[in-house]
């Protein structure tokens, strides 16, 4: 049989792709890019202070958002419509980050055991361990985006001479906490498993809590994540507090 | 507070439920029912709410009692089922009473059955569901002996019945392009749906393998992709070729390209498809998949208007006289000597 054209159609970003019947992606670029990242972020925002009926459920990724709809009430051809709309009505690259997002400080042990890698990645990154420590604390990381495992973030982005490659060889399990490095991002473990990313820290943070009734998920694309570099024994004692020891607030 | 003691139960049961929405973008996906349908004829067979938890079975089955008269609903993929011996039919609803054994299994096609109950199976509410998320470790363990809460049935009837087509071995599914459609090869792409698929052995929650004879299927550049979001039904190549068909515990984002993604109402049949089943996809038109398109209120108001009592063939009854043809609550069920 022959397939229509259609199916090849793959117009450059900003570009809407159907996912399914039911599903809708808004893609600002091919590749990660930080101010496609805002605009995912930015203009999911907006989808969500739209609240059109039939709106199901929506989400980002790297550099897309995404919107779940119900077709029966919202029908795609509306829907795309709509949306091309809201991309026409402004520079999306150049956005705002969306109001309501929280900035997250979570202490972290860069000794002994828990960086295992993290003289490797130094050196890879041309610095001195110490200089790594300090530029991996230095500021904010974005949460550019969840996925993996329940509040698994992916934060980013450090400088460019961070953009490490992955390894070839998995390292078998880090376990939950665990601070890996790579293509310029910093994920904090949500879960115990293998990964191709160096592991440079560790923190006793967990990002997924089933049983918190409140914030069971801790990190949401967009929130800020800073680490603080404190030492093992710190580590443990905080790790008795609640939120082991991270502080968050909303920011403004 | 009436309960389901698990007696025996083969691997992969779990409570289930519709799942759980609004925490895609923080990586936990809807998770819920392999076979959405299946809760909906559970809902429909009961007449009650669509939202209550069942038991998902995976083909071993397993056996239960009550320690209250229960109604029950059997749906999905049909199981050799008995009361204290006596056949049950699938696809129906029954009673069950306390002192009598549930036994259910194995499948005799499909992979996914239901076990409803009035009232529905009352566990505590994790992140809004009941759904057990079995790669996150979410939900009760089933093993012998769990006790499960079930909620207070508000009454209906029971030995009522629904014709269900049977999505239980394969077939033709239907499917719309997904993320990285555009970025196959035609001929590639023309392949995928020329292509014959067996299910393969491998498959839970979160996906199901298909085998074909043939080259894989890859896309330029796939080992660039950005990660996007990911939902059930979407159709991904993993970095062999091979096709997985990705179901409610799927991850939320990934890179690996992804062909096609199966209407939702063709999911359940692809779902439902066991180790061996034939499987063949064939592209649709936008307006031919929202002409087949059904929400999933509407297939329960269309399951609800199906909904028969079951009519015994008296020739077929081993000792008519021993049924109690007036009761209401017993209707069908033999009282024989040692029934309470």
């Known amino acids: ?252 | 507070m009436s309960t389901l003691t698990v007696q025996k139960i083969g691997p992969g049961a779990s409570v289930q439920d519709l799942g759980r929405r609004g925490w895609l973008s923080q990586g936990l996906s809807r998770g819920g029912a392999a076979d959405r349908l299946a809760l909906l004829e559970g809902a429909a067979l009961l007449e009650q709410s669509p939202d209550l938890a069942a038991l998902e079975l995976s083909a071993m089955g397993g056996s239960f009692t009550v320690d209250a008269p229960t109604r029950i609903a059997l749906t999905g993929a049909p199981m050799r089922a008995s009361l204290d011996g006596e056949p049950l039919r699938w696809s129906a609803s029954h009673l069950v009473k306390p002192g009598q054994t549930l036994a259910l299994g194995p499948a005799t096609s499909g992979v996914w059955s239901y076990l409803s109950v009035g009232g529905g199976i009352d566990t505590a509410p994790i992140l809004g569901s009941r759904a057990a998320h079995l790669a996150l470790g979410l939900g009760p363990k089933l093993e012998t002996g769990t006790e499960l809460p079930m909620g207070k049935d508000k009454g209906g009837p029971v030995e009522q019945i629904l014709e269900v087509s049977d999505r239980f071995k394969g077939g033709d599914i239907r499917i719309l392009p997904s993320t990285h459609t555009a970025l196959f090869a035609r001929e590639d792409l023309e392949r995928f749906t020329e292509t014959t698929f067996t299910r393969d052995q491998r498959g839970n929650r979160q996906g199901v393998r298909l085998n074909h004879d043939g080259a894989p299927f890859a896309t330029r550049d796939q080992l660039g992709l950005v990660s996007e979001v990911i939902v059930p039904g979407d159709i991904q190549m993993t970095g062999e070729g091979t096709p997985y068909i990705l179901l409610p515990e799927c991850q939320t984002t990934g890179g690996y390209p992804r062909i096609g993604s199966v209407l939702p109402v063709d999911l359940p049949k692809a779902a439902q498809a066991a180790p061996g089943a034939k499987l063949r996809f064939a592209f649709v038109d936008r307006d031919a998949a929202l002409a087949a398109h059904q929400s999933e209120d509407a297939q329960l108001t269309a399951l609800k208007k199906a909904v028969r009592p079951l009519v015994r063939d008296p020739a077929k009854m081993r000792d008519l006289l021993s049924y109690q043809l007036i009761s209401g609550v017993t209707a069908g069920r033999p009282e024989t000597g040692d029934t309470q």
């Not at chain 1, 026409?88 to 960086?115: I, K, M, Q, Y």
């Not at chain 1, 390894?167 to 790579?182: C, F, M, R, S």
């Not at chain 1, 997924?208 to 949401?220: E, T």
Request: glycine share 6%; charged share 25%.
């Open chain 1, 1 to 252: 049989m022959s397939l229509p054209d259609t199916l090849f159609d793959r117009p450059d970003p900003p570009r809407l792709t159907p996912l399914g019947l039911d599903g809708m992606l808004i893609t600002f670029s091919d590749r990660m890019d930080d101010a496609a990242n805002r605009a995912a972020l930015a203009f999911r925002d907006r989808i969500d202070a739209e609240g059109w009926p039939g709106l199901r459920e929506t989400a980002t990724s790297l550099c897309s958002a995404y919107v779940s709809f119900d077709p029966a009430t919202l029908p795609p051809a509306d829907l795309q419509a709509r949306l091309r709309e809201i991309l026409a009505d402004r520079d999306w690259l150049a956005a705002d980050l969306p109001a309501n997002r929280t900035l997250w400080t979570v202490p972290a042990s860069f000794e002994g055991d828990h960086a295992p890698q993290l003289a490797d990645a130094a050196e890879l990154a041309g610095l001195s361990v110490e200089a790594a420590v300090r530029e991996i604390c230095a500021r904010p990381l974005r949460a550019l985006a969840l996925g993996y495992a329940p509040g698994q973030a992916y934060l980013g982005q450090m400088d460019d001479h961070w953009d490490l490659a992955r390894q070839k060889d998995l390292t078998p399990t880090v376990k939950e906490g665990a601070v890996v490095t790579a293509v310029r991002q910093l994920i904090i473990f949500a879960t115990s498993g293998p990964t191709g990313w160096r592991q440079v820290g560790m923190t006793r943070f967990k990002a997924f809590r089933p049983d918190d009734p409140d914030r069971p998920i801790a990190f949401a694309p967009g929130d800020e994540v800073q680490l603080r570099a404190v030492s093992a024994d710190e580590l443990e004692r905080l790790a008795q507090e609640p939120l082991a020891g991270a502080t968050h607030e909303a920011i403004r």
